[in-house]
């Protein structure tokens, strides 16, 4: 899972809507990747990136973007260092955990579980499924 | 502006002039002047009635190029020179509408050729080649050096001369006229009247009912779809969506450098894939990580690994889309999917199953348990398809899904 991905989800129960992000993130094992710097897309995704889990991620990663104002997006530099943060890191084991309920998501080969189990789903049941 | 002959290819005929229009909107490409009483023809179910053939407007030949780049469904651009349904017409044409100095000494020190096609009907390369040559009259012929392939020549002229046999070409009627014509054949072989030879071709020959000749401007993008062929893929599933139909699907989603796109059924990433070809970063989601990961070696990342397309996929990730792990506000610029209807491969979601014997996972099992999943009927597929549309694109953010049209979902 790439940072950028960590900082597009939130916690999948509805109790937690608008609540559970950013995501806790908790690293086993990370692996860095090499991507050749993206300006294009970089600028694209800037005004829609959640700058909490943006600062609270890069201090985990002893990162630091410097200050971030609404002129960051003209400043290559910052954009490079943000890029790398957003996809040269990739979390291959570890676990995301919601800031409101604490459910927790394993992360595993790289790929994130955002399945809830089925007594966490709260959908319409039909009376007699309910009572099988 | 410059008037400019499209000529379609002869397949999905009702997403071509959709795919056009589309690309053209990417690029703020302005169209002008097309027919549309022409527009029930081309876009046409029926393949017997649709025509390729369509004319418009546009600004310039980059314009045409831009749209030629991503376009599939699109055979290529021409500037019209001459149009007519004989070859003395081309040629008169010719004659009348250009100098007679600019028409003969128009391929100097230029490379040229001329290809021949022809719709509705099928000539032999002898044939072909006796029809390039009734052109020869016009003085547009006696200049420059003719090659087939040149190597490193930046100007290559190639004309094209195109037959159109029309639309209607296989009517019942002529189907059984043929068909009355073998029986007659067959029923003089049994008379076995030896003596008498008589050739049937004394019928006079139908003529094309239009020509064009024009100059080729731009060529559809069709070379990209072989890269895709799915044989040619390492990792394939039972619902692997066709290449070209991909494509077609790129380019209404207006996937584009710089996009960030989302597919909520990836299974084996068709859809990611082809977007990350043309720019995009790209998201996948799936609840079953078999469909994503098969095993180790072999899974939806090798063929991203394949095509050199690995620093665009942003990831997969294991979620049901009936309750989407993204948090609010807009996000993807597309969203381009083919959800699950049960008919390839079996829509799921999360929920109780009846036939389990466990509501809930037994204590000491909660992180092993795989959870226990539903039927996810086509109606909710739907409405939580078209509310994450709602919810996570951005204004002017584009959603691509496929829909059955089998009687049961029509």
Request: charged share 25%; net charge negative.
């Amino acid at each position: 899972m790439k940072i950028l991905t960590h900082n597009m989800m939130a916690c999948t129960k509805r109790q937690c809507v608008g609540r559970g992000f950013p995501l806790l993130l908790e690293v086993k094992d990370v692996s860095k990747l090499e991507q050749e710097f993206n300006v294009e897309f970089t600028k694209n995704i800037f005004p829609k990136l959640d700058w909490k889990g943006i600062t609270m991620v890069a201090a985990q990663f002893n990162l630091n973007l410097g200050p971030i104002t609404e002129k960051s997006i003209e400043d290559e530099e910052f954009l490079k260092n943000l890029y790398n943060l957003l996809c040269n890191v990739k979390v291959m084991t570890g676990q995301l955990t919601c800031p409101n309920c604490q459910r927790v998501y394993p992360i595993d080969q790289g790929i994130p579980n955002m399945l809830l189990k089925e007594d966490e789903i709260y959908q319409d049941i039909q009376p007699e499924q309910q009572q099988q | 502006m410059v008037r400019y002959l499209c000529i379609f290819v002869q397949q999905y005929p009702t997403f071509r002039y959709r795919e056009l229009l589309a690309v053209a909107s990417m690029f703020n490409i302005k169209i002008w002047g097309i027919d549309e009483s022409l527009l029930p023809i081309i876009e046409s179910d029926v393949l017997e009635i649709s025509s390729p053939f369509l004319y418009m407007d546009l600004e310039s030949d980059e314009d045409v190029k831009k749209i030629c780049s991503r376009t599939v469904l699109v055979r290529g651009f021409y500037r019209v020179w001459a149009e007519s349904n004989t070859y003395q017409g081309l040629l008169d044409q010719l004659a009348n509408n250009y100098d007679p100095e600019f028409i003969s000494t128009f391929h100097k020190d230029k490379i040229w050729k001329i290809e021949f096609d022809s719709f509705g009907r099928r000539f032999s390369k002898e044939d072909q080649l006796e029809r390039m040559h009734r052109l020869k009259p016009s003085p547009l012929w006696s200049s420059g050096k003719v090659s087939m392939n040149p190597n490193g020549v930046n100007e290559h002229v190639v004309w094209r001369l195109t037959e159109d046999y029309g639309l209607s070409r296989d009517t019942p009627e002529l189907m059984a006229e043929r068909a009355q014509e073998k029986e007659k054949e067959k029923e003089k072989e049994n008379e076995m009247t030896t003596t008498t030879t008589t050739t049937t071709d004394n019928q006079v020959e139908k003529g094309p009912q239009n020509m064009y000749l024009g100059i080729l401007v731009a060529k559809g993008n069709r070379e990209s779809i072989s890269q895709f062929n799915l044989q040619d893929r390492k990792y394939l599933g039972t619902t692997s969506m066709d290449p070209e139909l991909s494509i077609i699907s790129a380019n209404m989603g207006h996937v584009r450098p710089g996009s960030f796109m989302l597919d909520p059924f990836v299974g084996t990433g068709s859809f990611v894939l082809i977007s990350s070809y043309f720019g995009a970063q790209t998201v996948g989601c799936d609840i079953d990580v078999a469909a994503m990961r098969k095993t180790q070696t072999c899974n939806l990342e090798t063929n991203f690994e394949q095509l050199g397309l690995l620093d665009n996929l942003v990831g997969v990730v294991i979620c049901d889309n009936s309750s989407a792990p993204w948090r609010d506000g807009p996000i993807f610029d597309c969203i381009i999917t083919d959800p699950p209807y049960g008919i390839r491969a079996g829509a799921k979601r999360v929920g109780y199953n009846k036939n389990r014997r466990h509501k809930a996972p037994p204590e000491g099992f909660k992180w092993s348990h795989m959870a226990q999943t539903t039927e996810y009927k086509v109606p909710d597929v739907m409405a939580d398809l078209l509310e994450l549309a709602a919810k996570k694109l951005v204004i002017g953010g584009r959603l691509v899904y496929w829909l059955p049209t089998t009687p049961e979902y029509v």
